[in-house]
């Protein structure tokens, strides 16, 4: 039997004070507590045991003080475990981007596996969408101290220069590089070319990174002057396909546009529109977007799912996964942001969270450990290979995503802060060294020690964005993004 530590006394005095409890970063409730607990006059010493009883006493009474207060203030935790959970779970995703990193390009490897089996290419092959989500959570990561601001900027300039020498397509980045060698390599046969959508996900964290760097030291300047050149080189207009007013996912030069993917709303390719119209120097027209991702107003299709309001139509299904949510808002802030399409993409937005989690609580299927404190459904791996796992019974394959739910923490903070806490309290069964590991089936026993970049991004960057909104604002203060925003009708409030 371990001895435990005592200590002299004959009054122990346990004070708690200034107990602080937050919900939301909206309202919190002080109190100041004051245990006094008498020793008989014979005792010498009092146990460790005693005094953790004490502050157990202290952390109920605060509990207490919470229920009698603002009804708004129902935090799962204190303020200070709150923070701390966040910051660990901000802080191991980010090491995914910085320890991580492909050695050469400094860029996000599409996954890592930490039992070293690759069936589907290594940490070697680099991803364009999941770097652009990477780049903003190392650039949350310099802000937070994680990393000190001069190795910082030498990470991102390590990116740049292999950005600015890797294999583009009408200044339209490949969903994968060979990391070594910046040549690209095929998402499939015919994929071997220009990916639109990725590229959008990457000048998404560029322009943050611009907006960062702009007005700092002369090296840094240097650096958002680099980036604004790689940004002006992206021929948005060669991606409508000889003029339509729609753009197209792919071109390749060898296989040309057989991939025939006009792309329409809605799913997570909102931030493409908006950066094709933003372009200074090969901005498309607002009629691509009307007619385009809009189809003339056919996006709207006001229905129900799950008792819930969505107005948005969503492409192939009544109410898709949970990255459709996430994707574009990373850089893009949805509050109150609108459109004649959406009248609140925020409140779409978290709609669309909350069908996904009623979804997961009504559990149709009945799988394992589905509930209040375990929903979120996604693409991510799945126990037989990869799935956009979606709120319907038909694409629902009994798998959480910790990224569905974790990603939406600026939509559903409460929710999302729940399923944080019981992920966490799961242990090492979910959680390793970057992270939550992407994906698991307590049905089928299957707890795969498996990262994907692409899932990974979005928790570090929204988790940034709850906290202190610096990815929004990054990306919503280049002056490009607001003329295109203009350009399309949004309306977003100063």
């Not at 650039?139 to 390590?158: C, W």
């Not at 979120?376 to 629902?396: F, I, K, Q």
Request: glycine letters at 10%; hydrophobic letters at 35%.
């Amino acid at each position: 039997m371990i001895a435990q530590p005592v200590y002299s006394a004959a009054t122990v005095n346990c004070q708690l004070s200034t107990v602080n409890c937050q919900l939301n970063k909206v309202s919190r409730c002080t109190a100041t507590f004051n245990f006094q607990l008498s020793i008989n006059k014979d005792m010498k010493h009092i146990s460790f045991y005693t005094l953790l009883c004490c502050l157990l006493l202290a952390t109920g009474a605060c509990q207490n003080n919470k229920k009698s207060g603002d009804k708004k203030d129902a935090s799962l935790t204190d303020s200070l475990t709150t923070d701390a959970l966040l910051d660990t779970v901000q802080r191991r995703t980010f090491l995914y981007f910085w320890e991580g990193a492909e050695p050469n390009s400094g860029l996000a490897p599409e996954r890592i596996h930490m039992d070293g089996k690759y069936p589907a290419g290594g940490p070697d092959v680099v991803t364009s969408g999941g770097s652009g989500f990477g780049i903003m959570a190392i650039l949350a990561g310099i802000d937070r101290g994680y990393v000190s601001r001069t190795d910082g900027l030498a990470r991102m300039e390590k990116i740049v220069s292999f950005l600015e020498r890797a294999d583009r397509f009408k200044g339209a980045y490949p969903h994968w590089w060979q990391g070594e060698t910046g040549k690209v390599k095929p998402f499939g046969q015919k994929d071997n070319g220009g990916d639109l959508v990725e590229t959008a996900f990457l000048m998404q964290g560029l322009l943050a990174v611009h907006q960062y760097y702009i007005d700092g030291t002369p090296q840094e300047k240097a650096l958002a002057q680099r980036i604004d050149k790689l940004w002006r080189e992206v021929d948005w207009n060669w991606y409508r396909k000889g003029g339509q007013n729609v753009l197209y996912w792919h071109w390749s030069p060898e296989y040309g546009w057989d991939m025939d993917f006009p792309v329409h709303g809605y799913n997570e390719c909102l931030i493409m529109y908006i950066l094709a119209a933003a372009s200074p120097t090969h901005g498309v027209p607002a009629a691509v977007y009307h007619e385009g991702w809009a189809q003339n107003g056919a996006i709207v299709s006001p229905h129900k799912v799950e008792g819930i309001d969505l107005h948005l139509r969503y492409q192939g299904t009544e109410a898709g996964p949970l990255f459709w949510a996430q994707y574009s808002f990373l850089g893009l802030d949805p509050v109150g942001l609108k459109d004649e399409y959406c009248p609140s993409y925020f409140n779409e937005m978290r709609n669309l969270t909350l069908v996904n989690r009623a979804y997961c609580i009504r559990n149709p299927k009945h799988y394992k450990g589905f509930g209040p404190d375990c929903w979120g459904l996604t693409a991510s791996y799945s126990v037989n290979g990869y799935a956009a796992h979606s709120p319907n019974e038909r694409e629902d394959l009994g798998v959480i995503s910790p990224t569905a739910a974790l990603s939406s923490i600026v939509y559903t903070p409460e929710y999302s802060l729940q399923v944080m806490q019981h992920l966490y309290n799961m242990g090492d069964k979910v959680f390793g060294p970057y992270g939550f590991y992407d994906a698991f089936s307590e049905t089928d026993n299957w707890y795969p020690q498996r990262y994907l970049a692409i899932d990974q991004g979005p928790i570090a960057v929204m988790i940034e964005n709850y906290r202190t909104g610096l990815l929004w604002k990054l990306f919503m203060s280049h002056p490009d993004v607001q003329v295109g925003l203009k350009k399309l009708g949004f309306n977003k409030p100063a």
